[in-house]
């Protein structure tokens, strides 16, 4: 069945304004091509861009103010 994890399968958790919550261990592949790896049990993979160690979060997404609706 298509939604059913596998032994293989690692879990994947979006957590709305902050990082992708990946289970580990992890290979990433950036932009350029190049890639980099962690062995960690979960990573958070950042997602604004803003972290000094991105691909890996750094809470920097905490400093960004949130827009208030006009």
């Known amino acids: 069945m298509p939604n059913e994890p596998t032994e293989q399968s690692h879990r994947?958790?979006?957590?709305?304004?902050?990082?992708?919550?990946?289970?580990?261990?992890?290979?990433v592949v950036l932009d350029d091509g190049?890639?980099?790896c962690s062995d960690r049990f979960?990573?958070?993979?950042?997602?604004?861009?803003?972290s000094r160690t991105y691909p890996w979060c750094d809470t920097s997404h905490?400093?960004?103010?949130?827009?208030?609706p006009a």
Request: glycine fraction near 8%; charged fraction near 30%.
């Open 42 to 50: 979960i990573v958070a993979l950042c997602v604004c861009r803003r």
């Open 62 to 68: 905490r400093a960004r103010k949130k827009r208030r």
């Open 12 to 27: 994947v958790t979006l957590t709305g304004d902050g990082p992708i919550l990946v289970q580990g261990p992890v290979e």
């Open 34 to 36: 190049s890639a980099v």
